[in-house]
């Protein structure tokens, strides 16, 4: 594979922590040998997703996903397996062999990453040069900590139009390759490119291995815009990604809370505080995506609206988040804030007083308050209904009251938990003065003509026929060396009807020394899953003796063997005797198949006559000679 040697892949694989990389982005518990947590790969209420440290594999029985280290940074950062074998030996300081001709297999996108990295860098030095001395008193004013501004990586971008541009150039990097990053904009007219950013504070915005992916500018005096930000790239989707999250992804993991706020400024100031647990949404709308990072990581979020703004920024949240997304209604809350699918996750609001945001609070108020505020926080759809029964116009007349009264059942009918539904119907009613049941009645009615169909998860399609007996010997050959050495030549793709257990057997004869983990890069996704799941299938394994279970594999194979040649003679005696007659049929046929009959015969005690139809039954067979 990529022409990494399987020394070097397994030297890797051992020196990555598997629970670590798995948990950076699935909120993962201990469970027995095990550690268990939502597949990230699918949408599911019960944690099916499984990773044992010690073999370094993960699987998911529920969507059947499952491989080693690489397989899993494939899978959930989308890059090719030497893309990802260079970022785990980085992280595990393997040296890889000099790089090959570049085959185009990373679609560029570590030439971006580089290039990222190297922007990151002289930005950040840019603001700590002697003559940085107007940005560093900007920050001061601002009560940034020099220490939290260095943990978050700020830098400063230089005036002029090719600061940035030059520097690249020193380092080799190709301007095609700054374009896709956005770093620079093509002149109009199309000759030549300058630096996108110019004379800002630059926050870099980093994935959640921590790579950075994009840039966010701000200006310091009245210029505009006030915040510039990069654009689209192909390491970088906007929605796709939280502010800090980072950075804040152990505490998230620690405190099962996350805090959620809107401007960079916040977040640092919030993680100056204390407040580690703290991540910012880049842009205004939430995501569902955005939620998806967070729900990985702990069970609740609080979010910070002014107390002015708060019924209009919760309502525009809910709707958010109420409406169904590609995943169907994965994402509808429910009134705890929870979510219908995958487990308790609530959603809370807190309140800061009118005119305040996160980070003119904390520095007027301190982290006591800030305490305070978090505790005091509310279920977001708790807001968003007093919101949405509340008159735009300020009406209280009849008329008013049907209005509100059909806003509230749309909403109750984007709930789409009945229980929950009818308990916020109950709340809704009681302030909106009318009948709870009269209200869930409306809601369930405007439900059923809302649903859509519901989005089916499509398992993969690959359910394959096989026999427990079959599985449980490809699982021996995998876990105990010595077995391979008596049943891998006597074990024929015959004797396995799933291929995928075929192909597990076929990379054993290829390297019958390798750990059963240093295979799963050996085969194909499909094969991988199955072998994923065999290895954790250990724990209820053989009960007896391998010695004992080698012995029995053994003589079923060889049954199975001598039942199989049976068969084919007989299938020949027969075809033969249909085209020509009886006495055609060679002698040594009718020995040949007297002899396997014998010998299954000894093997079954005295089934062997049943396994075969009548007419191929030897000694009729002979009587007729
Ligand atoms: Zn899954």
Redesign the pocket.
């Known amino acids: 594979m990529a022409g990494y040697s399987p020394t070097l892949l397994d030297e890797i694989r051992t020196g990555v922590d598997i629970v670590e990389l798995v948990g950076r982005f699935v909120n993962l518990r201990k469970a027995g040998v095990n550690y268990k947590g939502l597949?990230p790969?699918?949408a599911?209420k019960t944690p099916?997703?499984t990773v044992n440290p010690k073999k370094g594999i993960f699987h998911?029985f529920?969507?059947?996903?499952g491989g080693d280290a690489f397989a899993f940074l494939m899978k959930q950062d989308r890059v090719s397996f030497p893309e990802a074998v260079r970022a785990l030996a980085k992280t595990t300081g393997v040296t890889l062999p000099e790089e090959r001709e570049r085959d185009g297999a990373d679609s560029g996108r570590e030439e971006l990453h580089r290039a990222m990295d190297l922007a990151a860098r002289f930005f950040a030095e840019g603001l700590w040069k002697p003559s940085s001395e107007r940005p560093r008193e900007y920050l001061a004013k601002r009560g940034i900590d020099p220490e939290v501004a260095r943990r978050f990586g700020l830098g400063l971008s230089p005036e002029g139009w090719d600061g940035l541009l030059t520097f690249m150039r020193g380092q080799h990097v190709a301007t095609e390759t700054l374009e896709s990053t956005g770093l620079v904009v093509r002149r109009e007219g199309g000759t030549g490119v300058y630096d996108r950013f110019r004379g800002r504070l630059m926050f870099p915005i980093r994935d959640l291995q921590g790579r950075v992916v994009a840039f966010g500018g701000r200006a310091f005096g009245d210029e505009q815009p006030k915040y510039l930000n990069s654009p689209e790239t192909a390491i970088y989707t906007k929605g796709n990604l939280l502010y800090a999250a980072d950075i804040a992804r152990a505490t998230m993991r620690d405190k099962n809370r996350a805090l959620l706020v809107e401007g960079y400024v916040d977040c640092l100031m919030a993680h100056q505080h204390g407040f580690t647990e703290t991540v910012a949404a880049l842009g205004t709308a939430f995501t569902p995506a955005q939620l998806g990072i967070l729900r990985r990581y702990c069970e609740e979020v609080v979010t910070f609206f002014d107390a002015d703004a708060a019924g209009q920024k919760a309502a525009e949240r809910a709707a958010e988040l109420l409406e169904p997304s590609e995943a169907g209604s994965a994402w509808a809350v429910n009134r705890a804030g929870a979510f219908e699918t995958g487990g308790p996750f609530r959603l809370k609001v807190a309140l800061l007083p009118t005119g305040y945001d996160p980070d003119t609070f904390l520095r007027e108020h301190g982290a006591a308050g800030f305490t305070e505020r978090i505790a005091a926080a509310r279920s977001l759809l708790g807001y968003a209904l007093d919101r949405t029964i509340a008159d735009p116009e300020g009406g209280t007349g009849p008329r008013a009251r049907s209005n509100a009264f059909a806003r509230a059942a749309l909403m109750l009918a984007k709930v789409t938990d009945a229980e929950e539904a009818a308990a916020l119907s109950r709340e809704a009613a009681t302030k909106l003065g009318v009948d709870a049941t009269q209200l869930w009645i409306e809601s369930q009615k405007l439900q059923s003509a809302l649903r859509k169909p519901s989005a089916v998860l499509s398992r993969p399609a690959t359910v394959e026929r096989e026999r427990a007996q079959d599985r449980a010997l490809v699982r021996l050959l995998l876990q105990h060396v010595p077995a391979r050495t008596t049943l891998l030549p006597i074990t024929d793709d015959a004797d396995l009807i799933s291929p995928s257990l075929r192909a597990i057997v076929a990379a054993l004869r290829a390297r019958p020394d390798a750990t059963a983990e240093s295979l799963l890069v050996d085969v194909d996704d499909a094969v991988r899953s199955v072998l994923t799941a065999l290895l954790l299938e250990e724990d209820h394994r053989f009960p007896e003796d391998p010695d004992v279970s080698i012995a029995g594999f053994r003589r079923r194979l060889e049954r199975e063997h001598h039942l199989r040649r049976q068969r084919a003679i007989a299938q020949s005696i027969s075809d033969t005797q249909r085209r020509t007659s009886v006495l055609d049929t060679p002698v040594q046929d009718f020995q040949a198949l007297h002899r396997e009959s014998k010998v299954v015969y000894e093997m079954l005690g005295n089934v062997a006559q049943s396994l075969e139809p009548r007419e191929n039954d030897p000694e009729g067979v002979q009587t007729n000679e």
């Open positions: 597949c790969f699918h599911e099916s997703f998911c529920g969507c059947g996903v």
